[in-house]
């Protein structure tokens, strides 16, 4: 059977564009692991579940393109909003992330008292709201009609956003707020990190804007995890393999692309790919298709996670991080991100919550290691977020845990295929060399959040929307 399409991944670009094109064309979805979503899935170890990394579901507003796509595919989740949406915790300083501007404010003021506070989340605030009223993006960079198409866009962004668009996050802060204390400034870049998997120096303004303003809008828990999520979202694709890998594509005679799995051989007129650019290499033996994926390097960060089942009565919200005054062993931050199951989500919470606990690490910290090596250094890691952990929540001990278990870069790549924690973050130097979703052979497609333009639902939902116009022949 000849297919139309065939995506490669089912993390969230690849489960909404393949539910997007399934409504016209014959499509067919491939995922090595048993459970859809990649790194955003849900799992289940013993007989407790939980979610394998993302646990934030955003982007779920009139308006958004998320929500566009959603409706296209009739798939409407089952979704608690987050309120509020982050509780952070900075030593003795607990500022909560309230998605009405004024009360965020008053606690912005009362725990970092700068004058220049307001204006500076009003721009942040303003600059978000800007960018997402802005018409469909452009961002291909293979042929004529879309590199014109793409400049035209680039150019309409340069005249609504001016000096944003390019200067550097770190240096608009510190003309905002000059001689900001380690702790503002450490605030900051977590919030950042946990959506652009940047700090402030390694952005525009622009990119820190709208990472910046993401608890502006609603966030929500996804009831019985984000697998639930990806059930809703490929509800009608008839062909979803699951725990089949794509091992081997190669374009045939006939233009089309054959497909070789450790289950089976496949034969399509289009293929996507939802695999990280930097990884995708080795499933072409083609020259110009391997050289094309071999030149994007790995991102260096990735995500160190531990997960915890916690027998307790005690009602806790849904997210929150934790900032240390300094950085994690064996990572590269100073701050970690909790987020508790829902009481009531009889899924996640039976027999106690499912907790993730994530942070930042340097992928290089984890590869190539001897055996003995690799597990101290990842104990050390679990250990010491244990008791963060346990001494940021004081109402729980230890005898409360009933799991305990991490997963490091290394892990997330035996499971799914990847190692790095999100994309590059982008920048005015690398922008034009930043991968999209076309590629150098026709029919050849991208999509994730490694791809243009960047992180998390919202950011995933633009590529797609990108992708979907794309492969409609609308641009």
Not at 270 to 275: A, D, G, M, Q, R
Not at 433 to 445: A, E, I, M
Request: glycine letters at 8%; aromatic letters at 14%; proline letters at 3%.
């Amino acid at each position: 059977m000849q297919y139309d399409l065939a995506v490669v991944g089912s993390g969230m670009g690849g489960s909404l564009i393949a539910a997007l094109q399934a409504t016209q064309k014959r499509v067919i979805l491939f995922e090595k692991e048993p459970n859809l979503g990649g790194c955003a899935s849900t799992f289940k170890r013993g007989k407790y579940h939980y979610n394998a990394g993302a646990t934030t579901f955003a982007g779920y507003e009139d308006g958004m393109p998320l929500k566009q796509l959603l409706d296209q595919i009739d798939a409407h989740p089952t979704l608690w909003e987050s309120t509020p949406a982050i509780r952070v915790i900075q030593g003795k300083k607990v500022i909560n992330r309230f998605r009405d501007f004024d009360t965020f404010m008053a606690q912005i003021q009362e725990a970092y008292p700068y004058q220049k506070n307001y204006d500076f989340w009003q721009l942040i605030r303003h600059l978000d709201q800007l960018f997402w009223q802005q018409p469909n993006p452009t961002y291909l960079k293979y042929g004529l009609k879309n590199k014109l198409e793409t400049f035209r866009g680039l150019w309409h962004m340069q005249k609504v956003f001016g000096k944003y668009l390019y200067q550097n996050a770190y240096k608009v802060i510190r003309d905002y707020f000059p001689g900001i204390s380690e702790d503002y400034l450490d605030f900051i870049d977590a919030q950042l990190l946990i959506t652009l998997q940047a700090k402030s120096n390694e952005v525009s303004f622009l990119s820190a804007a709208i990472g910046l303003a993401y608890p502006f809008h609603k966030l929500y828990y996804p009831v019985g995890g984000m697998g639930a999520v990806f059930d809703e979202v490929t509800k009608n694709i008839t062909e979803k393999h699951t725990s089949e890998q794509v091992l081997k594509i190669s374009q045939m005679e006939n233009k089309s692309f054959k497909l070789i799995t450790d289950k089976g051989r496949y034969e399509s007129q289009k293929v996507i790919l939802n695999s990280t650019v930097f990884d995708s290499a080795k499933l072409f033996e083609d020259k110009k298709i391997f050289n094309f994926y071999h030149k994007f390097k790995l991102a260096g960060k990735g995500a160190f996670v531990l997960y915890l089942k916690i027998k307790s009565e005690k009602i806790f919200l849904h997210h929150y991080q934790i900032i240390l005054e300094r950085i994690i062993p064996n990572t590269l931050s100073k701050s970690f991100f909790v987020s508790f199951s829902d009481l009531n989500d009889l899924h996640l919470s039976k027999d106690g919550y499912g907790v993730t606990i994530s942070t930042h690490t340097d992928i290089n910290n984890w590869i190539g290691l001897e055996k003995t090596i690799y597990r101290e250094k990842k104990k050390r890691v679990e250990t010491f977020l244990k008791r963060a952990f346990l001494e940021a929540f004081s109402e729980l001990q230890e005898k409360d845990i009933l799991q305990s278990f991490s997963a490091t870069p290394h892990t997330f790549t035996r499971y799914v295929l990847r190692s790095n924690a999100g994309g590059i973050a982008i920048t005015p130097m690398n922008f034009f060399g930043y991968p999209s979703t076309d590629t150098v052979q026709s029919n050849l497609y991208n999509i994730g959040d490694t791809i243009f333009p960047g992180q998390g639902w919202p950011g995933v939902a633009m590529g797609v929307n990108i992708l979907q116009r794309r492969l409609n022949g609308e641009c």
